[in-house]
T-cell receptor, first 114, second 113 residues
Framework: DTGVSQDPRHKITKRGQNVTFRCDPISEHNRLYWYRQTLGQGPEFLTYFQNEAQLEKSRLLSDRFSAERPKGSFSTLEIQRTEQGDSAMYLC????????????FGPGTRLTVL | SQKIEQNSEALNIQEGKTATLTCNYTNYSPAYLQWYRQDPGRGPVFLLLIRENEKEKRKERLKVTFDTTLKQSLFHITASQPADSATYLCALDGGAAGNKLTFGGGTRVLVKP
């Protein structure tokens, strides 16, 4: 399967714990995006990378959130000291640099903070 | 601030009819507008992209229109089928800013046989 993959698919954690999610984009895509989606809402942009450079972060991304893409391939999103409000689906997407390309989304990681 | 509105009420439609979804936006000048399909528990799937200087785009049974004066896009599914039942998301792409997407809340479509 050459699509975008995310791991884990589901994560249940207790408030205050740290969690880390991984995204493997389509191999030839140099742009990678993270979004967060809550029930009944559309995805909200969190951050994006071009190769290994993190070029933009949303104001939604508090200092408890950090993302990396160390070698310009896979990416990780870490949430420290999780709060119940962090419960959501975390989606990763990738695309190439052509102007009229859509984004290819992974299946998401559903986070539940108890 | 930017605002994108899609009809939050589900659209129930009979098989074979045309489903029409609306996406309205304010305080934004997108270079591109995209439509995605999302099934429950899955990530969105890209369907169509239309540029700001295009009026209409078609792909198989799908048609998208884009009116930058009205700040509105219409998404049509012709000859709808039960397999078209899903949530459809409108997304604005500013272009230069890394092509990040700003999504509407989505409209759920239910096609009844």
């Amino acid at each position: 399967d050459t699509g975008v993959s995310q791991d884990p698919r589901h994560k249940i954690t207790k408030r205050g714990q740290n969690v880390t999610f991984r995204c493997d984009p389509i191999s030839e895509h140099n742009r990678l995006y993270w979004y967060r989606q809550t029930l009944g809402q559309g995805p909200e942009f969190l951050t994006y990378f071009q190769n290994e450079a993190q070029l933009e972060k949303s104001r939604l991304l508090s200092d408890r959130f950090s993302a990396e893409r160390p070698k310009g391939s896979f990416s990780t999103l870490e949430i420290q000291r999780t709060e119940q409000g962090d419960s959501a689906m975390y989606l990763c997407a990738s695309r190439g640099t052509g102007p009229t390309e859509g984004q290819f989304f992974g299946p998401g990681t559903r986070l539940t903070v108890l | 601030s930017q605002k994108i509105e899609q009809n939050s009420e589900a659209l129930n439609i009979q098989e074979g009819k045309t489903a029409t979804l609306t996406c309205n936006y304010t305080n934004y000048s997108p270079a591109y507008l995209q439509w995605y399909r999302q099934d429950p528990g899955r990530g969105p799937v890209f369907l169509l992209l239309i540029r700001e200087n295009e009026k209409e785009k078609r792909k198989e049974r799908l048609k998208v229109t884009f009116d930058t004066t009205l700040k509105q896009s219409l998404f049509h599914i012709t000859a709808s089928q039960p397999a078209d039942s899903a949530t459809y998301l409108c997304a604005l792409d500013g272009g230069a800013a890394g092509n990040k997407l700003t999504f509407g809340g989505g409209t759920r479509v239910l096609v009844k046989p």
